[in-house]
């Protein structure tokens, strides 16, 4: 069975103070990883996709790493805007799009 | 596009009573979702939709869970009947060929007294 862990479950910063968001993962052949973005009362909203170790992504702030075992989500420099639930989630072997989802790393940047 | 549309936003229920939740996915998108969120166990997935065809239900809790996708912009998810532990957000999502979730509704939530 997939298994998705996030850590911390829970991170305040001070505006302008970089950090990473943890995500390990075990699965049966990795098919992609993805992170998502949660405002409070709202859907995720999706940020990454990333299919094999070693791939970057970035957006604004924000930068997605992957290596065999775990994703980080690097913040740089962030904003107040940026506090939001952070999710990770993994999609392994068939065909099927069941994604398995971790519980998330709640996210607060103070001014 | 007014992104995807999910009615009710809030739907609060006696135990026994029958509950529909309705979505409308973004124009085009081939893939729908149902997602369902809780405290204790995160977002878990129900059903999806690959041009209106289920093509996994294995989330679906049991037999008082339904979903139907009758054309490519409307879909339902039935609860009947509704007990206490099916109280928690649902989430309907698309996306177009990429298959996994990129655009999620406001989301339900349910509340089963």
């Known amino acids: 069975e997939d298994q998705v862990t996030q850590s911390p479950e829970a991170l305040r910063l001070q505006e302008g103070e970089s950090s990473s968001l943890n995500c390990s993962y075990t699965?049966?052949?990795?098919?992609?990883l993805f992170w998502y973005r949660q405002d409070p009362g709202k859907g995720p909203e999706f940020l990454f996709t990333?299919?094999?170790a070693g791939e970057e992504k970035e957006k604004e702030r924000l930068k997605a790493t992957l290596t065999k075992k775990e994703s980080f989500l690097h913040i740089t420099a962030p904003k107040p805007e940026d506090s939001a639930t952070y999710l990770c989630?993994?999609?392994?072997?068939?065909?099927?799009?069941?994604?398995?989802f971790g519980k998330g790393t709640l996210l607060t940047v103070n001014p | 596009d007014a992104g995807v549309i999910q009615s009710p936003r809030h739907e609060v229920t006696e135990m026994g009573q029958e509950v529909t939740l309705r979505c409308k996915p973004i124009?085009?998108?081939?893939?729908l979702f149902w997602y369902r969120q809780t405290m204790m166990r995160g977002l878990e997935l129900l059903i999806y939709?690959?041009?209106?065809?289920?093509?996994?239900d294995s989330g679906m809790p049991e037999d008082r869970f339904s979903a139907k996708m009758p054309n490519a912009s409307f879909s339902t998810l039935k609860i009947q009947p509704s007990e206490p532990r099916d109280s928690a957000v649902y989430f309907c999502?698309?996306?177009?060929?990429?298959?996994?979730?990129?655009?999620f509704g406001p989301g339900t939530r349910l509340t089963v007294l």
């Open positions: 124009s085009g998108h081939d893939y």
């Open positions: 999502a698309s996306s177009n060929t990429q298959g996994a979730p990129e655009f």
């Open positions: 699965v049966s052949g990795l098919r992609g």
């Open positions: 989630a993994v999609h392994s072997g068939g065909s099927n799009y069941k994604l398995t």
């Open positions: 939709f690959n041009n209106n065809v289920p093509i996994d």
């Open positions: 990333l299919y094999s």
